[in-house]
């Protein structure tokens, strides 16, 4: 787990030990490459954080260097670092929110498999990746809707054929649904 300062953290950190993960946390500007290579890790987790891609240290490089290595999944911050390193633009969401529930929908596949085609999750964010011009590389796993169904905001992504994925959403909330059938679903994909 790549702790990007976050207080969410360690929320991410009890699900994913009650699902059997072995979890060991570093601090996003405590780690470097060759230091999280030598640990082994099965599988890579980027936690929420503050501010915006180019505050998450070492997550970048993680991305760039072990796409297709290990599985990562990106959550809230992590998951605009993978859309940046990807070519998505990161940019102010159009309606903020915080600790507001969302219906998700999505595309019931990659770590959305075994989960209703429609459940709730809890956000809590100011900036979004920009859905205008998405590089074709990045898939759209899930989205929901702000205020009509003109302002669909992009909930989920995927980079396929490296295991790369990444929610808006904070599926480890108290008020998400499915939050440890989508990280159980993470742990078991394999590169």
Not at 102 to 120: A, E, Y
């Given at each position: 787990?790549?702790?990007?300062?976050?207080?969410?953290?360690?929320?991410?950190?009890?699900y994913l030990e009650a699902?059997?993960?072995?979890?060991?946390?570093?601090?996003?500007?405590?780690?470097?490459?060759?230091?999280?290579?030598?640990?082994?890790?099965?599988?890579?987790?980027?936690?929420?954080?503050?501010?915006?891609?180019?505050?998450?240290?070492?997550?970048?490089?993680?991305?760039?260097?072990?796409?297709?290595?290990?599985?990562?999944?990106?959550?809230?911050?992590g998951h605009q670092v993978?859309?940046?390193?990807?070519?998505?633009?990161?940019?102010?969401?159009?309606?903020?929110?915080?600790?507001?529930?969302?219906?998700?929908?999505?595309?019931?596949?990659?770590?959305?498999?075994?989960?209703?085609?429609?459940?709730?999750?809890?956000?809590?964010?100011?900036?979004?990746?920009?859905?205008?011009?998405?590089?074709?590389?990045?898939?759209?796993?899930?989205?929901?809707?702000?205020?009509?169904?003109?302002?669909?905001?992009?909930?989920?992504?995927?980079?396929?054929?490296?295991?790369?994925?990444?929610?808006?959403?904070?599926?480890?909330?108290?008020?998400?649904?499915?939050?440890?059938?989508?990280?159980?679903?993470?742990?078991?994909?394999?590169?």
């Amino acid at each position: 787990m790549i702790d990007n300062f976050d207080s969410f953290t360690f929320n991410l950190v009890h699900y994913l030990e009650a699902l059997g993960a072995v979890v060991e946390v570093k601090r996003n500007n405590d780690i470097c490459i060759a230091e999280i290579i030598k640990l082994n890790p099965s599988h890579i987790v980027l936690s929420p954080g503050p501010g915006n891609p180019s505050d998450s240290g070492v997550c970048t490089e993680i991305v760039k260097q072990l796409k297709g290595v290990i599985p990562i999944l990106g959550v809230c911050l992590g998951h605009q670092v993978i859309g940046q390193v990807f070519g998505a633009k990161v940019c102010r969401a159009s309606n903020i929110k915080h600790g507001k529930t969302s219906s998700i929908i999505h595309n019931s596949k990659g770590i959305f498999k075994n989960i209703p085609q429609t459940f709730n999750a809890t956000r809590y964010h100011s900036l979004t990746l920009d859905t205008e011009d998405l590089p074709i590389k990045i898939t759209k796993t899930a989205w929901c809707f702000d205020n009509d169904k003109n302002n669909k905001v992009l909930m989920g992504i995927e980079i396929e054929g490296l295991n790369l994925y990444g929610v808006q959403f904070h599926p480890e909330s108290i008020a998400s649904e499915y939050g440890e059938t989508l990280l159980n679903e993470f742990l078991m994909s394999k590169v």
